[in-house]
């Protein structure tokens, strides 16, 4: 429901700077994922949007109104922790309908909210309980259900999943897509550090590196055009390929990658070298040829793993599928 | 083996018989003979002879007894309340607002609590009799407070830096200002913090003995612990040791059954499940 300006935000704390001047419009409705290693500012750029930290310079806009000083309770925002942060001595119930009672709502709306909100998440058996009678999956339910009940313009989610086991992990976020389906008019931002997470739920990646935006776009943007090495490198599983020295001045460049899924086993290829390690996943294998750069080449393939370690393989790119960079590592197009 | 597992459990419950009886015998001497009267109180009777409520009658239909330990509950719970208020208040903002000299403060305020009692004793006169306090319960909550404050604010700080951040920014997003932070979000996972303290502090005040000597001087005003220290006997050189125990039993009672009482709520593990854990 609100469209966000940020208009070179800065924050610092004392003298160590950790947004140094992000300019960034996330639209009504965008569903956006703020991603980059740890330290790199993505959960404290996330808590200046939601107002818990001030920012330092620089203008905030939601809807084209300033918010810059404008209190948490006031900016229609809802967040989501990554340790739940349910209020211990609350029912389920008081828990997601705490905000609401806070604003002085009617109890009849409170409770038609709440039901609301429980149904989506399927918790409406559960709310009589205690949050330490809940497993993780269901905790995170009931602090996405809060959210959802203080009806927000905003949705934040702070590294949601990282508490829950693989497997909830996958079913939650798919909860999360289908929630940001089913709400299409509230802008939703989500910080993680896996890119698996941001490339399956964003309509848009704001990749981060150290306090600055480094490329921001869809993920398909993002994995095929990347802006710098550092983006190429971060985004896509395994990571890319970075040749340097000889195998990339032959193509003119100071680094060449090549994703893992871009490189052919053919006679006679490009490279050629031996196989040191090979990883079945039984849908795939991945390949890891010595082909003389400092680290193994990795190569994905489809189907049953074939080859043996100690092989001799020769490889060879697939055309077009070359990312060249030159020594600041920007991309040569 | 089994011999030796057995000796080292009848060791075992030896030495906790030995503890239980090294602590608790003093009182029981006292409850023994609380209800022995005229010759019997100078023998030494490890197991009453006959229950002889004189004593308890005695002091009960004093004067005024009734009163000093109404005194006693007054000012002790008074206390209480008003460390506890202070405290819970002085350590969010200690534990949860930066500010300059954060630090500083919390070493100022351990600090005060180093001073002996005799130390201050003059000073905290002056400012009693300044006040217009003198002679009233009002002197005994101030400087019982005074003193239960650190050790209260310090406790408490330690226990509401440890509750996670979390929780209190997802009541700010919620809407929540501090004092409701404080009194709905955070009073509830303290209990256990503010049950210990409380009843330290409630112990404290009721036990105290050189400020309530020093800042009472008529009957009616007294603490139940000085009152038994000035409970005077038919002469001057008898010393009533029948009511004295008698009236150490009353006031030890309540301290008991508070214990007894609160030791339930001390539930620990209260903030689990609010967080991952």
Redesign the interface.
């Known amino acids: 429901m609100a469209k966000i300006e940020l208009k070179n935000v800065k924050k610092s704390y004392g003298a160590v700077d950790v947004i140094k001047g992000i300019d960034l419009t996330i639209e009504k409705g965008e569903f956006m994922v703020f991603v980059g290693p740890s330290g790199c500012g993505k959960s404290t750029l996330l808590r200046l949007i939601?107002g818990?930290e001030e920012i330092s310079s620089g203008d905030m806009l939601f809807d084209n109104d300033r918010v810059n000083n404008v209190?948490?309770?006031q900016r229609g925002?809802?967040?989501v922790?990554?340790?739940?942060?349910?209020?211990?001595?609350m029912s389920v119930y008081d828990n997601m309908a705490?905000?609401m009672k806070?604003?002085k709502a009617s109890p009849e709306a409170m409770k038609k909210r709440v039901m609301e909100a429980a149904k989506l998440l399927q918790i409406d058996h559960l709310l009589d309980r205690?949050?330490?009678?809940?497993s993780?999956g269901q905790?995170q339910r009931v602090a996405i259900g809060?959210a959802i009940v203080?009806d927000p313009r905003v949705f934040l989610f702070d590294e949601p999943l990282s508490?829950l086991d693989a497997a909830l992990r996958v079913q939650t976020r798919l909860e999360i897509a289908k929630l940001h389906h089913s709400m299409t008019d509230v802008t939703m931002i989500y910080v993680t550090h896996d890119q698996v997470e941001a490339m399956t739920l964003a309509d848009r990646i704001a990749v981060l590196r150290d306090g600055r935006l480094e490329q921001v776009g869809s993920p398909a943007e993002l994995y095929e055009r990347p802006n710098s090495i550092f983006v190429a490198g971060f985004i896509g599983s395994p990571k890319m390929n970075f040749l340097t020295g000889k195998f990339a001045s032959d193509h003119g460049c100071a680094t060449l990658g090549i994703r893992s899924e871009h490189i052919d086993v053919v006679e006679g290829g490009l490279w050629t070298g031996e196989i040191v390690h090979a990883e079945d996943l039984g849908s795939d294998n991945y390949l890891f040829v010595e082909v003389g750069s400092d680290e193994p080449m990795i190569v994905r393939r489809e189907g049953k793993l074939t080859m043996k370690v100690g092989d001799t393989v020769s490889l060879s790119p697939k055309a077009g599928q070359l990312h060249k960079f030159d020594q600041n590592g920007k991309p040569i197009r | 083996m089994t011999g030796n597992k057995l000796l080292k459990s009848v060791a075992f419950y030896a030495l906790v018989v030995v503890i239980v009886l090294f602590s608790i015998f003093p009182f029981y001497y006292a409850i023994v003979t609380s209800f022995a009267t005229g010759t019997a109180l100078f023998e030494a009777n490890y197991f009453p002879k006959a229950f002889d409520w004189a004593n308890y009658k005695a002091v009960l239909g004093g004067a005024t007894f009734p009163r000093n330990i109404l005194n006693s509950v007054f000012v002790a719970t008074t206390t209480v309340v008003l460390a506890l208020f202070l405290a819970v208040t002085a350590s969010y903002a200690l534990a949860r607002v930066r500010f300059r000299g954060r630090g500083l403060l919390l070493m100022t305020i351990l600090a005060v609590s180093m001073f002996p009692q005799i130390a201050v004793l003059a000073g905290l006169f002056e400012l009693i009799t300044y006040l217009g306090l003198f002679n009233s319960p009002f002197a005994l909550i101030l400087s019982y407070t005074i003193f239960t404050l650190p050790f209260t604010v310090w406790v408490l700080t330690t226990f509401m830096r440890d509750l996670?951040v979390?929780?209190e920014?997802?009541?700010?997003?919620?809407?929540?200002t501090p004092w409701?932070i404080i009194t709905k979000?955070f009073l509830?996972?303290l209990w256990p913090a503010l049950v210990t303290t409380g009843l330290l502090a409630f112990i404290g005040a009721w036990n105290e003995f050189l400020f309530a000597l020093t800042f009472t001087s008529s009957e009616v005003t007294r603490t139940v612990p000085v009152a038994i220290a000035l409970l005077s006997g038919a002469s001057q050189q008898e010393i009533p040791w029948g009511p004295i125990m008698a009236a150490s039993v009353i006031v030890t009672v309540p301290l008991i059954i508070l214990v007894l009482i609160f030791q339930r709520k001390i539930v620990a593990g209260?903030?689990?499940?609010?967080?991952?854990g």
């Open positions: 939601s818990l209190l948490p309770s925002i809802a967040m922790f990554q340790s739940y942060a349910l209020y211990p001595h705490f905000g806070l604003a205690l949050p330490k009678q809940l993780g905790r809060r203080r508490n | 996670p979390e929780i920014e997802a009541a700010i997003v919620d809407g929540a409701i979000v509830p996972l209260l903030t689990a499940g609010g967080v991952k």
